[in-house]
């Protein structure tokens, strides 16, 4: 190989998969999903033209090249990752840009009060804030993406933040004006309203699957304080986080038993292991 550019990197994946002894568990240690380990390490064989790892059992291990290649190069990865960290403790100044994307229905709900704590914290470091209806995938090590959807992100990071607990909720007025909603089949047959075009609920009673809601929304609204603000104003029935509809006195919470699956909240960003202090910075604040 004329460069050793591009190589780096599998070159460590493979050192911690022979030391950890599975895909799996290297996986893990480094956050990283399982799927970008194994796809690392084939292109790594690829490039070399060799077969480094084999299955014995259900553990994996080195082919006798791949002991050799193991045994050359493991000192020499743990050289540069010590390197590394001598270098960044050198300074405890965590300055420079992060461009942070956030879906706009919830910028104001959830994470406002963390970038304002973020710039406070952190006054040397520049934001670059994009609230987005399209999440668009972090391309550099400089940004982040906080997002409830994390399909066709594989070969990202996706580091869990916040859960948002929901619950069913309509306004005193609907429900003085329409027929009493006492069971799921007249929640279903209810006055819907929702933040995306999601076409159904699926409803848990004491962490079990009991049924599905099918939607039919009469209103669509990307915002999730404009949707609580018109379920307060008695225009129907809406899924709503549970902190959000308390701050509503108007709001009354429908069959309190059931409620949908909690949304998982995640900090998106590209997978290296040596993100830049300004992004690390963001993890503190969870």
């Given at each position: 190989?004329?460069?050793?550019?591009g190589?780096?990197?599998?070159?460590?994946?493979?050192?911690?998969?022979?030391?950890?002894?599975s895909?799996?568990?290297?996986?893990?240690?480094l956050?990283?999903?399982?799927?970008?380990?194994?796809?690392?390490?084939?292109?790594?064989?690829?490039?070399?033209?060799?077969?480094?790892?084999?299955?014995?059992?259900?553990e994996?291990?080195?082919?006798?090249?791949?002991q050799?290649?193991?045994?050359?190069?493991?000192?020499?990865?743990?050289?540069?990752?010590?390197?590394?960290?001598?270098?960044t403790?050198?300074t405890?100044?965590?300055?420079?840009?992060?461009?942070?994307?956030?879906?706009?229905?919830?910028?104001?709900?959830?994470?406002?009060?963390?970038?304002?704590?973020?710039?406070k914290?952190?006054?040397k470091?520049?934001?670059?804030?994009?609230?987005?209806?399209?999440?668009?995938?972090?391309?550099t090590?400089?940004?982040l993406?906080?997002?409830?959807?994390?399909?066709?992100m594989?070969?990202?990071?996706?580091?869990?933040?916040?859960?948002?607990?929901h619950?069913?909720?309509?306004?005193?007025?609907?429900?003085?004006?329409?027929?009493?909603?006492?069971?799921l089949?007249?929640?279903?047959?209810?006055?819907?309203?929702?933040?995306?075009?999601?076409?159904?609920?699926?409803?848990?009673?004491?962490?079990?699957?009991v049924?599905?809601?099918?939607?039919?929304?009469r209103?669509?609204?990307?915002?999730?304080?404009?949707?609580?603000?018109?379920?307060g104003?008695?225009?129907?029935v809406?899924?709503?986080p549970?902190?959000h509809?308390?701050?509503?006195?108007?709001?009354?919470?429908?069959?309190?038993?059931?409620?949908?699956?909690?949304?998982?909240?995640?900090?998106?960003?590209?997978?290296?292991?040596?993100?830049?202090?300004?992004?690390?910075?963001?993890?503190?604040?969870?």
């Open positions: 190989m004329d460069s050793i550019f190589y780096i990197d599998d070159v460590y994946l493979f050192c911690k998969v022979v030391e950890e002894g895909v799996l568990r290297a996986a893990a240690s956050g990283l999903p399982q799927s970008t380990v194994s796809r690392r390490i084939t292109s790594l064989e690829s490039k070399l033209g060799l077969r480094l790892l084999e299955k014995r059992g259900r994996l291990a080195p082919t006798e090249l791949g050799m290649a193991f045994e050359q190069l493991s000192s020499g990865i743990e050289q540069v990752e010590i390197g590394l960290n001598n270098i403790e050198k405890d100044l965590v300055a420079g840009h992060v461009r942070l994307a956030v879906p706009h229905s919830f910028y104001h709900a959830f994470i406002a009060p963390v970038v304002e704590e973020y710039l914290s952190y006054p470091v520049h934001v670059d804030l994009a609230l987005n209806h399209d999440q668009a995938k972090p391309k090590d400089r940004e993406l906080i997002t409830f959807d994390t399909s066709e594989d070969e990202l990071i996706a580091r869990p933040l916040f859960t948002a607990k619950g069913f909720f309509a306004s005193k007025e609907y429900l003085s004006s329409n027929p009493i909603i006492d069971d089949e007249r929640l279903k047959r209810a006055d819907w309203l929702t933040i995306d075009d999601s076409r159904e609920i699926v409803v848990y009673q004491q962490g079990k699957e049924d599905t809601i099918n939607l039919k929304p209103l669509i609204v990307n915002d999730i304080q404009a949707l609580v603000d018109s379920v104003r008695g225009l129907g809406a899924s709503l549970l902190r509809a308390a701050s509503n006195s108007n709001l009354i919470h429908i069959l309190p038993e059931y409620y949908r699956s909690d949304r998982q909240a995640f900090l998106v960003y590209k997978d290296r292991k040596y993100q830049p202090k300004a992004v690390k910075a963001w993890w503190k604040l969870y």
